[in-house]
Nanobody
Framework: QVQLVESGGGLVQAGGSLRLSCAAS????????MGWFRQAPGKEREFVAA????????YYADSVKGLFTISRDNDKNTVYLQMNSLKPEDTAVYYC?????????????????WGQGTQVTVSS
C-alpha cells in the first residue's frame, strides 16, 4: 500500500507556472506507475499525465502536451508535475495516483491509490 500527499498548488496568473509535488510513503514507490489527474468544478476527473516506473516514458493529455512535464525521483519517492503557460481552463483540483501495473493508463479506474488533491487556480 502507498499513501500519496500532493503539494504545490495555489493561485497563479495566466501565463505563469507552478510545480506540483506528490510524496509517496513506503519503500516500493518505484514499483508504481504514477499519474496526475485533475477535476474542475462540475466536470469529470480527467487524465493529465503519467510516467512509467523507471521514469523512462511519459504520456500527456493533448491539452497539456508541450506545456506540462511529469517527472519522478525514485530516491525521494516523489513525482512532479511542472506546469508552464497556465491558462484559466487549467483551474482544477489536481490529484496524483499510483497503479501497480506497468502500462500507462488514461482511465482513472486503473489506478489503485490516490492523494487528497491540491487546488490550482489560474486567474485571467
Amino acid at each position: 500500500q502507498v499513501q500519496l500527499v500532493e503539494s504545490g498548488g495555489g493561485l497563479v496568473q495566466a501565463g505563469g507556472s507552478l510545480r506540483l509535488s506528490c510524496a509517496a510513503s513506503g519503500r516500493t514507490f518505484s514499483s508504481y506507475t504514477m499519474g496526475w489527474f485533475r477535476q474542475a468544478p462540475g466536470k469529470e476527473r480527467e487524465f493529465v499525465a503519467a510516467v512509467t516506473k523507471s521514469g523512462g516514458s511519459t504520456y500527456y493529455a493533448d491539452s497539456v502536451k508541450g506545456l506540462f512535464t511529469i517527472s519522478r525521483d525514485n530516491d525521494k519517492n516523489t513525482v512532479y508535475l511542472q506546469m508552464n503557460s497556465l491558462k484559466p481552463e487549467d483551474t482544477a483540483v489536481y490529484y496524483c495516483a499510483a497503479r501497480q501495473g506497468s502500462l500507462i493508463r488514461r482511465d482513472s479506474t486503473y489506478y489503485d491509490y490516490w492523494g487528497q488533491g491540491t487546488q490550482v487556480t489560474v486567474s485571467s
